[in-house]
């Protein structure tokens, strides 16, 4: 990936001013071989219930980046080994997620970029129950499904458009 998302920031000061790019809070702890990844984003929202994560990854990625609305819960994990390698099997750019990983080992292994607030050892329910495809409002920022996610060691962008080089969109 050719981008950092401090220079995106310095490019685009006018997309930030208008909030057609957002920062996402920082503080986001980074898992996966990929520190630096890019795409547009698929949208999940689910409290403590990892089922549709799973389907999403068993589909083809197509370089999307899954952003994952969790709540924040720190009950459980949504995402560990098995899932990070569907997601690399799959063709996914990466996954940020509002919600906690495990298995960090297995997918600090995987060639996918992964944003999360950090681990928790427990995994969670399997009652299928979620929304797809809807609007979050993630820790500093709504994602739309269709934004473009930028993510690197600096922080997690999220543009209205693909941003290209020079202070233009895509």
Not at 83 to 102: E, F, H, T
């Amino acid at each position: 990936m050719d981008f950092a998302t401090t220079d995106l920031c310095d490019d685009h000061e006018a997309r930030l001013a208008d909030g057609s790019l957002r920062v996402l809070t920082p503080g986001w702890q980074a898992f996966g071989k990929r520190a630096r990844f890019a795409g547009p984003a698929m949208t999940l929202k689910v409290f403590e219930d990892n089922s549709l994560v799973r389907e999403a990854l068993e589909s083809p990625g197509q370089g999307r980046v899954l952003v994952v609305d969790a709540g924040g819960s720190a009950r459980c994990a949504l995402v560990g080994g098995n899932l990070g390698q569907l997601g690399q099997k799959n063709g996914w750019a990466g996954i940020v997620l509002n919600g906690y990983v495990r298995d960090t080992v297995e997918l600090n292994d995987c060639e996918i970029g992964i944003r999360a607030l950090g681990v928790h050892p427990r995994k969670s329910e399997k009652r299928n129950s979620g929304q797809r495809d809807v609007a979050l409002q993630m820790p500093g920022a709504v994602v739309r499904p269709g934004n473009w996610i930028y993510a690197d060691e600096d922080g997690v962008l999220v543009s209205d458009v693909e941003l290209g080089k020079g202070g233009k969109a895509a």
